[in-house]
Structures are given as C-alpha cells and as structure tokens.
C-alpha cells in the first residue's frame, strides 16, 4: 500500500573552518551552520466512506428493470450463457453461474453492470450472481485510498499487488446474495482514477472475482 510521507528532516554536516596563523596568533573562531528541511505530506482531497455491505435482491419474475438499473448489456464483459453465449471470457464461466438477465447500473460514472441468475429455486427467484461497480475519484491517490478503505469494510482480504501492470487489487469477503451473509468473495482494483469493484456470489474461492477483474480491467 502506498503511503505519503509524514515528515522527512534532514540535518547539514557540521563545517568548522581553522585559520592558519603566524606563530604566536590565536586561531580564527570555528563556523557551525545547521540545516533543517521539513516536508510535509498534504491533506487528502477527498474524504470517503465505503457504502454499508448489502444484500442484492433477486430480480424475481419481474418485466422491469429494479431502480437504478436499465436491462441492456454490460460494456466490459459478455454474460455468456443463457442470454449472451460466446467463446470470449464472459461472467457465466468466470463465475459459475448461467446469467439470464443482465442490466446496466445507470447511477454510476462510469456505468456499472448486474448479472442475473438463469433459473429460479425455492423461494430464490433470479438472484444477482456477480456485479461490478466502478466509481471515478478526482486522483489516482483518491482512488487507491478508496480500494483500501473498501477492502478493509470488508473481511479476510487477500492482497494482489500488480494483478496487471500497475494495477493493485484486494479480494475481501463481503455481503451479496442473502443466505450466504458476509461470505461472497469480492475484488477491487485501482486503475487510474477509477475504483472498481467486482462481487461475486461464491463463496468458496476469492479466484472467481479476481478472475472477472482480470477480464474486464482493460476495459477501465
């Protein structure tokens, strides 16, 4: 993790100068001179607080969107299998889950992206299985902050410093799907300006989201 400097001094090498004299002459005063250099780190620009962990609701047998979000394909990755087959990295194999529905989560800058389970079961009516949440800081130093402070919200992070070239990222456990309470794996990276965060419904392997940011952290 990177941190500014809180304070750095640096003292000057004591310089004494002794005058040569004729014989019987005192010899000439010594000259001491100190130097003192401090740097100060500067205050942050921003200030910021990690969202509280949720639960994502299923998107049930609804025919529209839930607010904030507009069904309409995701710009960073395919859906794969049921509602986008391909052979490209896509979210049902990085995942594991068939994705039926797939909306764009219009309230974030840039734009973020929700996966929605094939099939229903019992009382789960097409949980959320991954979604990925960028949000733009006014620095690269804000973002990073941010991906720290996300990370430490949650639980039992796992660092991977230069998952890409010059890209840090934290998997961490946090909330998602309901029964699995804080459990679901995670991964956020910084790249730039912008934070992104990747959830997932898993819960036995942080490699599924780290998988995913892997995918789509060109697209950032």
């Known amino acids: 993790m990177r941190r500014p400097a809180l304070g750095v ?43 509280p962990a949720t639960t ?40 594991g889950d068939r994705v039926g529905r797939v909306t764009v989560l219009t309230g974030l800058r840039p734009v973020g992206c929700r996966f929605y389970f094939s099939y229903s079961y019992g009382d789960t009516r097409h949980e959320a299985v991954a979604d990925i949440r960028p949000r733009t800081f006014p620095s690269a130093t804000d973002a990073h902050n941010a991906l720290v402070l996300t990370a430490r919200a949650g639980t ?19 909330k998602f799907f309901g029964p699995d309470g804080v459990q679901d794996w995670a991964f956020a990276f910084a790249k730039g300006k912008v934070l992104v965060v990747v959830h997932t419904q ?15 952290v060109g697209k950032f």
Do not use: M, W
């Open 9 to 51: 001094a640096a003292a000057a090498a004591l310089l004494s100068l002794t005058a040569c004299t004729s014989s019987g002459e005192p010899a000439g005063p010594s000259a001491t001179r100190t130097i003192v250099q401090t740097e100060t780190a500067p205050a942050p620009t921003i200030s910021f607080t990690p969202a």
């Open 56 to 95: 994502v609701p299923a998107l049930g047998d609804r025919t529209t969107a839930p607010k904030g979000e507009r069904f309409q394909k995701c710009p960073y990755i395919k859906a794969g299998k049921d509602s986008d087959p391909t052979n490209e990295a896509n979210i049902a194999d990085l995942e």
């Open 156 to 174: 039992e992070p796992i660092s991977e410093p230069n998952f890409a070239p010059g890209v840090d990222g934290i998997a961490y456990r946090t």
């Open 202 to 216: 898993v819960t036995i392997s942080s490699k599924n989201a780290v998988n995913i940011g892997h995918a789509i």
